[in-house]
T-cell receptor, first 115, second 114 residues
Framework: NAGVMQNPRHLVRRRGQEARLRCSPM?????VYWYRQLPEEGLKFMVY????????ESGMPKERFSAEFPKEGPSILRIQQVVRGDSAAYFC?????????????FGPGTRLTVL | AQSVTQPDIHITVSEGASLELRCNYS??????LFWYVQSPGQGLQLLLK??????LVQGIKGFEAEFKRSQSSFNLRKPSVHWSDAAEYFC????????????FGAGTILRVKS
């Protein structure tokens, strides 16, 4: 059973470009979470999605960031008009149900560098 | 709101020595508690978790952690550290009803001296 998959593993963008990060949850998991890890910091929650629904986006910046988890295909975290401060590692996690009772399984992350 | 404090940013121990990494949390109800390990450039691997029941939980790689409600702590321990344990360790708290998100501490970097 493959784990959580994220691609690309590394992404380089110039300021003003768009970044698209993809996450395929573990088989059978319908809950996806995105976290951001800034250099030398812990992970910070961004958004929690179920299929076709955003459940909690309290950690998402108000502008330029969006996320989706369509009925088919991976979850996408989209960052428009990237700035240097967006440089970070972005981790996706999935769980089979309510994560309070089930652990979240993390992907290897996408490391975004904004030039 | 939940919060997690890992007071030690860096810890260095000799190989074979015992290890304790501290974690304090703030949450109004019984939390779900986790310890994750992250090797450089890698994702997070779950070491152990506490949901309920026995307050001493065993995890992978010889780690254990003890939940102490009175101290709001969930310290991670290992009786004998191996060089391969060098990594960054994150304590996290989760709770149903808060969006099921995990709140992480800032992490503790463990260095192992040979």
């Amino acid at each position: 059973n493959a784990g959580v998959m994220q691609n690309p593993r590394h992404l380089v963008r110039r300021r003003g470009q768009e970044a698209r990060l993809r996450c395929s949850p573990m088989k059978g998991h319908s809950h996806v979470y995105w976290y951001r890890q800034l250099p030398e910091e812990g992970l910070k929650f961004m958004v929690y999605l179920q299929k076709e629904n955003i459940i909690d986006e309290s950690g998402m910046p108000k502008e330029r960031f969006s996320a989706e988890f369509p009925k088919e295909g991976p979850s996408i975290l989209r960052i428009q008009q990237v700035v240097r401060g967006d440089s970070a590692a972005y981790f996706c996690a999935s769980s089979p149900g309510l994560a309070g009772a089930n652990e979240q399984f993390f992907g290897p992350g996408t490391r975004l560098t904004v030039l | 709101a939940q919060s997690v404090t890992q007071p030690d940013i860096h810890i260095t121990v000799s190989e074979g020595a015992s290890l304790e990494l501290r974690c304090n949390y703030s949450y109004g109800a019984t939390p779900y508690l986790f310890w994750y390990v992250q090797s450089p450039g890698q994702g997070l691997q779950l070491l152990l978790k506490y949901f309920s029941g026995d307050t001493l939980v065993q995890g992978i790689k010889g780690f254990e952690a003890e939940f102490k409600r009175s101290q709001s702590s969930f310290n991670l321990r290992k009786p004998s550290v191996h060089w391969s344990d060098a990594a960054e360790y994150f304590c996290a708290v989760g709770a149903v009803g808060s969006g099921n998100k995990l709140v992480f501490g800032a992490g503790t970097i463990l260095r192992v001296k040979s």
